[in-house]
């Protein structure tokens, strides 16, 4: 049923782990551990059980975080077979709650993301049609959603030859939540054109279908490009699912709003005999308003509070969650249980405690207690056989597996444990600073974890203005950020990533070879023996994986961590000794992890690919490029990025890079030498020196190679005097780049733009009470804008990655005329101005508003981005009028 797909057999310990672990599953033992150490390949043998098992599969993960990284690894396992996501759909999300002492209200606010809401629908789709399923996903799944029994009585199933009155099609899409829209046709929502009714599925990214009917007959069904409206497939059949969790048959519908009434009534009376008018009054205005909505419209805002009622269970019943969905074979795996296990048991506590004063003081009917998480007891009665996977598994899954422990120690590639150096703490961040600056000319990643969020930050800060290029990772960094942020550590882009716990488990980066640990002998949760050795695991993946605890005493937890880890090295050592392996360090393609989750920073729309252009002289060479990036700035000013994209991809096609030195004809043209040795570099700079005019050079290599030492290789070293080093490399290649004189100094530069969106006097209104469907439009497109500021290189084909210091965007609702007026502000510290940085971010965050107000506001306008203020550099301030 599931097919394996991977360029690798197993080796190590992992043909026995596979082995033991299908024996024991296989022989239905309810509770199995992995204890497998980091970098030993865990994901892999649990792929290669649950293709020997062949059961759906559901992989619970601590956070979103790992979740992704799974999701990736198991797609690329299982490319036939259905992989799903399902983590919470919030982007972000602000509970409704009361705090009585202040008399403070706090209503429930949120931003879905649509791709994550999409992934969802089509987990459950797959769990309803397929047994080949593997669903990875977060403690989301233990938090309540509509009832498995309810989703799938409410689907719609179609086949050619079908009777069905068009109007009654359409009032069975109604019903599952879909909405009617003749004119922005997105998931969600369908269209009917006279007989012909177009649905795009929940569960759909990229693919709607055409229901075609002639009188009450179905009479073709097909896939269509909802954009283009072109038919991509004819089918026989076909299943439409509802549009939201929360669907509710009619009849049930009147059931539940009965039993509220009778609930309300109840709760009021208790009120009132208690002199507490106050909160009577407010229960019962805001449940009937609730159930007004729920009538005409068959959804309210906080639906989920009245699940109970609307799934016909009974008080203290468990709501319906993912594991419902689940067949009753099915094979749970929880990764890192150490940490995963925890959260599980307590995810129930912290939401009663919230509702509790949202219930006592008349927000909520009792009922609302019922909209939970599954205590740890009912999750662990909902589940079947479950592996729990971690190096350090806690002491209630080795209590419930019993002899059941299958250990991996030994890593396929045989690698051994990091070397733990322990180091004073008293000046650890300067010796820290060293070892970062010496990773980074090995081209090696470092890891550091501190204790507090904001010593992450002002480390990030300080090391920043000391020329090192990282950056920080906490809880308050979005989620699918976070996944990002990971892949251009991976990348090159930055050389060391400061967090506080989210360094912590199953991030899979080979290119670290440092782990640094600061005041580890601060004895708590994250300094405790589980920490420190999942701590420690993130360099187990390089050859040179090193750790480094800065400490001024060893505390029980680090001496234990300390002989663990040396008990694992003699083990591993003795393996390899006996086998003849040289240890070798992982190797893990980089990808997208989750590409289809987090937005890209940019499409490129595919064009016909032209012939390729010859010329008969460099100036004819430099007249089309000049002519080709006159027409990309042109392209950009218009705010048309696909177009300058594509220019840009033109200009970057007519110079063909080289890698023969000796082949460079004379040009005007500055050129980039990437090399890895001493002699590769004079060759290049002296090829470069025979084909260049300007004064200076523009240069990137892969190490801190002394620029007079470079210079004196050379013919002519006064040349090289401007030479300057920049976005370590570690190839050998030759690229075109833009001509650049590096003569400026390094000053605190800033830059302010302004620009408006005009509305309508009824959008501003709207706007001002939030009251769109995509969310807060002010809120959004000031996260919009900053992230704008921060991607520009990736948008404007010639501007290059700046470390922006500071990025402000501020949005305000201007009466007279109507419109919403957008400022930002940008700074560094550095040689290039940051104008291009806060322009983006108003035509970005100005894009945004109009995109969500569209729907509601055709005549909108975007007007007057322009440059106000700008300070810095040698050009000196200025001003707008």
């Known amino acids: 049923m599931f097919r394996l797909t991977s360029d690798y057999a197993p080796r190590g310990d992992q043909p026995r782990a596979i082995a033991e672990l299908t024996r024991l599953v296989r022989e239905g033992r309810r509770h199995v551990v992995l204890r497998g150490v980091t970098g030993s390949g865990k994901t892999y043998t649990i792929a290669n059980l649950i293709a020997n098992v062949g059961r759906p599969t559901l992989v619970l993960s601590p956070n979103k975080t790992l979740a992704a990284q799974l999701f990736g690894e198991f797609r690329t396992f299982f490319p036939e077979n259905a992989v799903e996501y399902f983590v919470s759909y919030y982007d972000y999300y602000q509970p409704e709650a009361y705090i009585p002492q202040t008399d403070t209200y706090i209503e429930k606010d949120a931003l879905i993301n649509d791709e994550i809401d999409r992934m969802r629908h089509s987990a459950t789709r797959s769990l309803m049609e397929r047994r080949d399923v593997i669903v990875v996903a977060s403690v989301s799944c233990i938090y309540g959603i509509g009832a498995p029994e309810t989703y799938q009585e409410m689907h719609l199933a179609l086949a050619e030859g079908d009777r069905i009155e068009r109007d009654d099609l359409v009032r069975r899409l109604v019903e599952m939540l879909y909405e009617r829209n003749d004119y922005d046709f997105h998931r969600g929502t369908f269209r009917v054109r006279g007989d012909v009714v177009e649905v795009f599925p929940a569960n759909e990214e990229s693919l709607a279908l055409r229901i075609e009917l002639w009188g009450d007959v179905v009479e073709a069904l097909h896939r269509i490009d909802p954009l283009r409206g072109q038919v991509l497939e004819r089918l026989g059949r076909v299943r439409i699912y509802p549009a939201s969790h929360y669907v509710t048959p009619a009849a049930q519908l009147e059931r539940a709003l009965e039993t509220i009434r009778e609930e309300l009534a109840e709760r009021v009376a208790f009120f009132r005999q208690r002199n507490r008018l106050l909160e009577a009054q407010r229960l019962e205005q805001r449940t009937l308003f609730d159930m007004e909505m729920l009538r005409e419209l068959g959804y309210c805002h906080g639906i989920e509070n009245y699940s109970r009622h609307l799934t016909g269970r009974r008080p203290g019943e468990p709501p319906p969650v993912l594991l419902d969905y689940l067949p009753e074979d099915a094979l749970v795996i929880i990764d890192e249980s150490h940490v995963a296990v925890p959260q599980l ?207 001024d005493r060893i505390t029980a937890s680090m001496a234990a961590a300390i002989r ?250 201007v009466d007279d005329p109507p419109s919403v007026e957008i400022t930002a502000t940008c700074k560094l510290t550095g040689k290039t101005g940051v104008e291009m940085e806060a322009l983006t971010a108003v035509a970005v965050a100005a894009l945004t508003v109009y995109d969500m107000c569209k729907a509601v506001d055709r005549t909108m306008r975007i007007s007057d981005i322009r440059l106000v203020h700008k300070a810095g550099g040698r050009s000196g301030e200025f001003r707008a009028a």
């Open 564 to 813: 663990e880890t040396e008990r694992r090295r003699a083990l591993q050592e003795a393996y390899n000794r006996e086998h003849g392996i040289t240890p070798e360090t992982i190797r893990s393609s980089i990808k997208e992890l989750l590409q289809t989750v987090y937005e890209r920073d940019y499409y490129t729309v595919e064009v016909p690919a032209a012939g390729e252009e010859t010329f008969d002289s460099p100036e004819a060479l430099e007249r089309r490029i000049a002519e080709l990036e006159a027409r990309m700035r042109e392209a950009a000013r218009r705010l048309d990025f696909e177009q300058a994209a594509e220019l840009r991809d033109r200009v970057l096609k007519v110079i063909k890079p080289t890698t023969a030195f000796e082949d460079l004809a004379p040009c005007d043209i500055v050129v980039e030498a990437i090399v890895e040795n001493l002699e590769e570099k004079t060759r290049a700079f002296q090829a470069v020196e025979r084909v260049v005019r300007p004064e200076t050079i523009l240069c990137s290599n892969t190490s801190s190679l002394c620029i007079t030492e470079l210079a004196s290789k050379t013919r002519r070293p006064d040349r090289f005097a401007g030479l300057h080093f920049f976005n370590p490399v570690p190839i050998m290649r030759l690229v075109e780049v833009v001509r650049t004189i590096l003569t400026s100094e390094e000053t605190v530069r800033t830059a302010t733009a302004k620009g408006r969106v005009l509305v309508a006097p009824s959008t501003l209104r709207l706007i001002a009470d939030r009251g769109f469907k995509k969310g807060d439009v002010l809120a959004v497109a000031q996260l919009a804008g900053i992230m704008g500021a921060k991607r520009t290189p990736d948008l404007v084909p010639l501007c290059h990655p700046l470390p922006l210091e500071k990025v402000e965007v501020g949005l305000e609702l």
């Open 345 to 551: 048991r307590g995810m129930y506590y912290g939401d009663r405690s919230r509702k509790e004063a949202l219930v006592e003081y008349g927000f909520r009917l009792p009922s609302a207690f019922d909209n939970r998480p599954l205590t740890f007891e009912e999750f662990t009665r909902a589940v079947g056989q479950t592996v729990y996977v971690s190096a350090t598994p806690g002491p209630y899954e080795l209590a419930m597996a019993g002899d059941a422990v299958v250990e991996q120690i030994i890593r396929p590639t045989g690698l051994m444990d990091p070397r733990i150096v322990v180091r004073p703490a008293a000046d650890q961040v300067d010796d820290l600073l060293h070892e970062i600056r010496a990773r980074a000319e090995r081209d090696e990643r470092v890891l550091v974890t501190t204790l507090t969020k904001r010593m992450a930050e002002d480390l990030t800060e300080y090391y920043l203005q000391a020329g090192l290029r990282v950056r920080y990772l906490h809880s308050d960094i979005d989620t699918l950020d976070r996944v990002a942020i990971i892949r251009d550590l991976r990348l090159g882009k930055f050389d060391a990533l400061i967090g506080i716990n989210l360094l912590r488990e199953g991030l899979d980066i080979p290119e670290v070879s440092l782990v640094a640990i600061l005041d580890a002998d601060k004895e708590g949760y994250l300094r405790s023996e589980t920490a420190l050795i999942q701590t420690a695991g993130r360099a187990a993946r390089n050859v040179n994986g090193e750790v480094i605890m800065y400490a």
